[in-house]
């Protein structure tokens, strides 16, 4: 069975810190492509940043860019999100989702994945 359950959210200061963790089981971790997503109360659910397994090779959007990093451990199949300099703007849900890199794979499209976790709850206060 397919899992992937992400932890680390919670309630920060803006400026604060949170370090999300995804945890993956029941595919061959290391093949694939982990994206981070969130979603804020009547917005589109959207990308955040992205890590490949092959190489390893990151990926942000602007609106995180300098300020979050993702990484991963292929040993622990689990995918990190450190989120530094929060900003009120990064309360969502966020998200961990998995998808098999193919050549025309667009990262950044909740389309292309084929797993995703639960998502676990950021909030920024101002």
């Known amino acids: 069975e397919v899992q992937l359950v992400e932890s680390g959210g919670g309630l920060v200061q803006a400026g604060g810190s949170l370090r999300l963790s995804c945890a993956a089981s029941?595919?061959?971790?290391?093949?694939?492509?982990i994206g981070w997503f969130r979603q804020a109360p009547g917005k589109e659910r959207e990308g955040v940043s992205f890590i490949k397994g092959s190489d390893g090779g990151t990926y942000y959007v602007d609106s995180v860019k300098g300020r979050f990093t993702v990484s991963r451990d292929n040993a622990k199949n689990t995918v990190y999100l450190q989120m530094n300099s929060l900003k009120p703007e990064d309360t969502a849900v966020y998200y961990c989702?998995?998808?098999?890199?193919?050549?025309?794979?667009?990262?950044?499209?909740?389309?292309?994945?084929?797993?995703w976790g639960q998502g676990t709850q950021v909030t920024v206060s101002s």
């Open positions: 989702a998995a998808v098999q890199p193919h050549p025309s794979l667009r990262m950044g499209s909740v389309a292309e994945y084929d797993y």
């Open positions: 029941g595919f061959t971790f290391h093949d694939y492509v």
